[in-house]
């Protein structure tokens, strides 16, 4: 979940990612936010 459009980023399920590369895929979409928030928007509405 993005948690637009502030964040932070929360892992809701994961299936075969260890803990370390879920703590980098969510460290990724933090620093993203600003680019995937507005195109979620977009596509899905208001946040």
Known sequence: MLNCPDGP???RESY???R???L???KELAAHLPVLCP???E???DF
């Open 39 to 41: 195109k979620w928007s």
């Open 43 to 45: 596509i899905h509405g």
């Open 9 to 11: 980023p929360h892992l």
């Open 20 to 22: 370390h590369d879920e």
């Open 16 to 18: 075969g990612f260890s």
């Open 24 to 26: 980098r895929i969510l």
